[in-house]
């Protein structure tokens, strides 16, 4: 059952939140001259026409990129973000959003690589469209937990792996967790970043839970939410859980996301918070 299409969806603030993350994510890997390896193994078409009639069906951008797009002063850490949005588009108009495998796509230096694997045959025909001849990019159809094993460890033994699944499975957060204990237990010195949206309080603090009791260390969890926790049917915000973050992420987020939940939360309402769930 792959019914999810991240297009009806892109842009919007679990978007941006996931995305700036990223970002925050990638810069400290560039901090050394040493190759990266990146697996983004849920990584969707990589661009999305905000245009489209699918974007415009429930016009989530508006929640996110599409406000924040016409911020004038944003912090600096906002900036490496800002950037891959401006280098899909031409000049100051918002066009076209990029996905997770394009905003990493935008920091590769030659010797870095990334692989995206992508279960939907539509998606993963997109995505080999959109990285069509970059040898710096992987296309894999193929199952993300199966990508885990495949895949890890890279053979550059530094980089960063974005998990996010569509949670359209019922046993999606078992497998999942399996899946990370077995890619930490091939891999304990990569960054592993798992996204999880909140619709209800209950169900994303038992996520936060099955990680706490893991046996995994060192995991920050960050969460931006626009709506109050439990908000009937609606994505009221998400969450990032990090393994292995970048010194000072957890400073960086505290100082960042005040600042994105003003111009993003909807009447004041949501709310953000960062937490260390294990510690080193
Ligand atoms: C939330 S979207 C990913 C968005 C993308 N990471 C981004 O930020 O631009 C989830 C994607 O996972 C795909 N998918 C669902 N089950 C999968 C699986 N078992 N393995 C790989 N991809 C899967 C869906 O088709 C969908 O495109």
């Known amino acids: 059952m792959l019914s999810y299409r991240h297009g009806f969806h892109a842009g919007n603030h679990a978007d941006v939140f996931k995305h700036l993350v990223l970002t925050l994510l990638v810069r400290p ?11 983004d193994t849920h990584a969707a078409a990589g ?14 951008y508006e929640t996110g990129i599409g406000p924040l797009w016409k911020v004038k002063a944003a912090p600096e850490a906002v900036r490496d973000y800002f950037e891959t949005v401006r280098a899909i588009n031409s000049g100051d108009k918002l066009r076209f959003y990029p996905g997770s495998p394009r905003v990493v796509r935008h920091f590769l ?17 997109v995505l080999g469209d959109e990285f069509a001849g ?14 885990l094993k495949a895949l890890l460890p890279p053979a550059e033994r530094r980089g960063l792996v974005l998990i996010d699944p569509a949670f359209e499975l019922r046993d999606e957060r078992r497998r999942l967790l399996d899946a990370v204990k077995e890619a930490y237990r091939r891999w304990a010195t ?3 970043a798992v996204w999880y949206p ?18 995994i260390r060192n995991i920050l969890a960050a969460e931006f939410k626009v709506l109050p926790d439990d908000e009937p049917l609606r994505l009221n915000g998400s969450g990032m859980i990090v ?8 400073q960086q987020l505290n100082d960042l996301l005040p600042w994105l939940w003003e111009q993003l939360a909807i009447e004041k309402q949501g709310a953000w918070r960062v937490e260390w769930l294990v510690p080193e």
């Open 243 to 250: 393994i292995n973050p970048p010194w000072r992420l957890d």
């Open 134 to 147: 970059d040898k710096q990019v992987k296309i894999h159809h193929l199952d993300g937990y199966q990508a």
């Open 47 to 60: 661009r999305y026409d905000l245009g489209s009639a699918m974007a415009r069906k429930n016009r989530e």
């Open 198 to 215: 909140i619709q209800d309080r209950a169900t994303a603090d038992d996520l936060l839970r099955r990680f706490k009791k893991s046996g």
């Open 29 to 39: 890997l560039l901090n050394k001259e040493k190759p990266f390896f990146y697996l």
């Open 190 to 192: 990569g960054i592993f």
């Open 109 to 125: 230096r030659p010797g870095d690589r990334m692989a995206l694997s992508e279960l939907h045959p539509n998606e993963v025909k």
